[in-house]
């Protein structure tokens, strides 16, 4: 079935299935239909299995469905659609994340539920900062995140994996974003500034 093969060209004359180490292929989309710039083309979308364009609970290595949406009903830039929302077709699929810092359990409220992107755990940066003595301040400028503890600064950048600790450079497994106004962060930036000790 032609539909399936993420190999074939297109007529526009770019192939759907050949990737580069970013995930995207020669049009500049990725094999979930998404552009760099987050466009959405379901000419591109190879996870593609019914007429509508979307399979609600076929989800990729990144943790969106075809549709682009998470099993919390987020999308990749943070907008929320019920239609999405796992939880809404059963309750029970719903996961709970517990998040622990040393030998405290993380409490978390409303919109600031940690929630996973595949295999990484994001959680809500200013309220695991409180909840652990660790300074936060935002930059909306530069959209920076600066988290400081014992003397060592870790900046964070919105929507990139990229991070500095003090005049180290590293990479994090997940973009940091934002959703309803909370910014998410992965587990790791944690375990980065405070050399390990929180985990799930």
């Known amino acids: 079935n032609a539909?399936?093969?993420?190999?074939?060209?297109?007529?526009?004359?770019?192939?759907t299935g050949d990737y580069d180490r970013d995930g995207y292929n020669s049009a500049g989309y990725d094999r979930y239909g998404y552009s760099h710039q987050g466009t959405y083309n379901a000419r591109y979308d190879t996870?593609?299995?019914t007429n509508s364009g979307y399979n609600?609970?076929?989800?990729g290595r990144d943790g969106y469905n075809s549709a682009g949406y998470d099993r919390y009903g987020?999308?990749?830039q943070g907008t929320y659609s019920a239609r999405y929302d796992m939880k809404n077709v059963d309750s029970n699929t719903r996961e709970e994340i517990t998040v622990r810092v040393g030998n405290r359990v993380m409490r978390y409220s409303g919109n600031e539920r940690p929630y996973r992107i595949g295999s990484t755990i994001m959680v809500a940066a200013e309220a695991t900062a409180r909840q652990v003595n660790i300074g936060v301040t935002k930059d909306?400028?530069?959209d920076t995140i600066t988290m400081e503890l014992d003397g060592d600064v870790l900046i964070l950048e919105?929507?990139?994996?990229?991070?500095?600790?003090?005049?180290?450079?590293?990479?994090?497994?997940?973009?940091v974003e934002v959703r309803n106004g909370v910014i998410f962060v992965p587990m790791e930036a944690f375990n980065i500034l405070r050399r390990s000790g929180v985990y799930n």
């Open 56 to 59: 609600p609970s076929d989800y």
């Open 140 to 142: 909306r400028n530069n």
């Open 74 to 76: 987020y999308n990749r």
């Open 158 to 175: 919105q929507d990139s994996k990229t991070y500095r600790l003090n005049d180290r450079r590293g990479t994090l497994p997940q973009k």
């Open 47 to 49: 996870t593609r299995t």
């Open 3 to 15: 539909r399936y093969d993420t190999t074939r060209t297109t007529g526009g004359g770019s192939n």
